[in-house]
C-alpha cells in the first residue's frame, strides 16, 4: 500500500526494522502534528475500523491523512494533553511511534497538570487551529470518509464512555490513552511499553487510573502493562469484527496500588 499526498508518495512500513539504533523517548514538540497523524494514518490504512470508516481513502489520500493530523495536532494544543513519541537515537527528529494522553477529572492532579500547561499563547493557538479546522470542516471536508459510518461509530464510543467512565465516579480523576501507535517496521521492539511506561508512573504517583479503548491486536500490548479488560465493545464489535478471527478488543483500565481491590475489581 503507499499513499500519495501533495505529490509524494509514502510506501507502506516494511513488517520489521534492520536498524540497530537506539529508541529514545520524549515529549512531543507543538508542531509534530503532523508527523504523528501520518503513521497513525499509515499504520491504521488496511483495519477493518478504517475500511468502514474511510471507504474512498485510496481516492482522496490527502483528506485521509489531513484528518489523522488534524487531530493528533488539535491534542498537541490541548491543555489537558500530554504527549509523547519515540525516535530513533540517531534520527531524534524522525518520529517512528507516539502516545497521546488526556487527563481528565478536577482532582490535585489534573489542577497541577493543567496549571503546567496554563499559557495565554498556547490557548491562543488552541482557538485558531479549533477555527481552522472547523473552516476546514465546512468548506472542504473529508471526502475519504463515509459520513453515517462516522456518525454511527462515534455513537457507539460515546454509549461505551457512559458505561465505563461516566457512569463509574471513582474512574472520572485518570489519565485515558486517546491514541498510542507504533510503525509497523518498528513493533516489536518494546516501543510501545516504554510509551504506556510515562503515564503508568504519573497515574501511580497520582492515584489514578488509566484507561483506553484497546484494538484487538493492541489488547496484547495492555495486558502485558497491567492493563485488564473492563469489557468487550458493546455494538461497535459489528463494526470492527470483520476479517479479524472474531479479536475485537474493548474497554480496558489499570489500576494504582493505593486502590482498594474493590476499585480495581474489571467484569469480563
Given at each position: 500500500m503507499?499513499?500519495?499526498?501533495?505529490g509524494?508518495?509514502?510506501?507502506?512500513?516494511?513488517p520489521?526494522?534492520t536498524?540497530?539504533?537506539?529508541?529514545i523517548?520524549?515529549?512531543?514538540?507543538?508542531?509534530?502534528?503532523?508527523?504523528?497523524?501520518?503513521?497513525?494514518?499509515?499504520?491504521?490504512?488496511?483495519?477493518?475500523?478504517?475500511?468502514?470508516?474511510?471507504?474512498?481513502?485510496?481516492?482522496?489520500?490527502?483528506?485521509?491523512?489531513?484528518?489523522?493530523?488534524?487531530?493528533?495536532?488539535?491534542?498537541?494544543?490541548?491543555?489537558?494533553?500530554?504527549?509523547?513519541?519515540?525516535?530513533?537515537?540517531?534520527?531524534?527528529?524522525?518520529?517512528?511511534?507516539?502516545?497521546?494522553?488526556?487527563?481528565?477529572?478536577?482532582d490535585?492532579?489534573?489542577?497541577?497538570?493543567?496549571?503546567?500547561?496554563?499559557?495565554?499563547?498556547?490557548?491562543?493557538?488552541s482557538?485558531?487551529?479549533?477555527?481552522?479546522?472547523?473552516?476546514?470542516?465546512?468548506?472542504?471536508?473529508?471526502?475519504?470518509?463515509?459520513?453515517?459510518?462516522?456518525?454511527?461509530?462515534?455513537?457507539?464510543?460515546?454509549?461505551?464512555?457512559?458505561?465505563?467512565?461516566?457512569?463509574?465516579?471513582?474512574?472520572?480523576?485518570?489519565?485515558?490513552?486517546?491514541?498510542?501507535?507504533?510503525?509497523?517496521?518498528?513493533?516489536?521492539?518494546?516501543?510501545?511499553?516504554?510509551?504506556?511506561?510515562?503515564?503508568?508512573?504519573?497515574?501511580?504517583?497520582?492515584?489514578?487510573?488509566v484507561?483506553?479503548?484497546?484494538?484487538?491486536?493492541?489488547?496484547?500490548?495492555?495486558?502485558?502493562?497491567?492493563?485488564?479488560?473492563?469489557?468487550?465493545?458493546?455494538?461497535?464489535?459489528?463494526?470492527?469484527?470483520?476479517?479479524?478471527?472474531?479479536?475485537?478488543?474493548?474497554?480496558?483500565?489499570?489500576?494504582?496500588?493505593?486502590?482498594?481491590?474493590?476499585?480495581?475489581?474489571?467484569?469480563?
Amino acid at each position: 500500500m503507499s499513499l500519495t499526498v501533495n505529490g509524494q508518495t509514502t510506501t507502506k512500513a516494511k513488517p520489521s526494522s534492520t536498524s540497530k539504533s537506539p529508541i529514545i523517548i520524549r515529549q512531543a514538540r507543538l508542531w509534530e502534528g503532523y508527523q504523528i497523524g501520518k503513521i497513525a494514518s499509515i499504520t491504521y490504512y488496511d483495519t477493518p475500523l478504517v475500511n468502514f470508516l474511510s471507504p474512498y481513502r485510496a481516492k482522496y489520500p490527502a483528506d485521509y491523512v489531513r484528518t489523522y493530523s488534524e487531530r493528533s495536532q488539535a491534542r498537541l494544543f490541548n491543555p489537558r494533553s500530554l504527549s509523547f513519541v519515540a525516535c530513533e537515537a540517531s534520527n531524534p527528529s524522525h518520529v517512528i511511534g507516539y502516545a497521546q494522553f488526556l487527563r481528565l477529572g478536577d482532582d490535585g492532579g489534573a489542577k497541577r497538570h493543567l496549571a503546567s500547561r496554563k499559557s495565554l499563547w498556547l490557548w491562543a493557538l488552541s482557538w485558531l487551529f479549533w477555527a481552522y479546522c472547523k473552516v476546514l470542516g465546512l468548506t472542504i471536508g473529508d471526502k475519504s470518509a463515509d459520513p453515517k459510518a462516522v456518525a454511527e461509530f462515534l455513537s457507539l464510543v460515546a454509549s461505551d464512555d457512559d458505561k465505563y467512565w461516566k457512569g463509574v465516579p471513582e474512574r472520572k480523576n485518570r489519565w485515558h490513552a486517546a491514541s498510542v501507535v507504533v510503525g509497523k517496521e518498528f513493533q516489536g521492539r518494546g516501543v510501545g511499553k516504554r510509551l504506556m511506561a510515562e503515564v503508568i508512573r504519573r497515574a501511580e504517583s497520582e492515584g489514578v487510573c488509566v484507561g483506553l479503548e484497546a484494538s484487538g491486536p493492541g489488547e496484547h500490548l495492555y495486558r502485558s502493562v497491567g492493563f485488564q479488560l473492563l469489557g468487550r465493545f458493546s455494538e461497535r464489535s459489528q463494526v470492527i469484527d470483520q476479517g479479524s478471527a472474531g479479536i475485537v478488543g474493548g474497554v480496558m483500565m489499570w489500576s494504582p496500588s493505593s486502590w482498594a481491590p474493590e476499585q480495581s475489581h474489571q467484569k469480563e
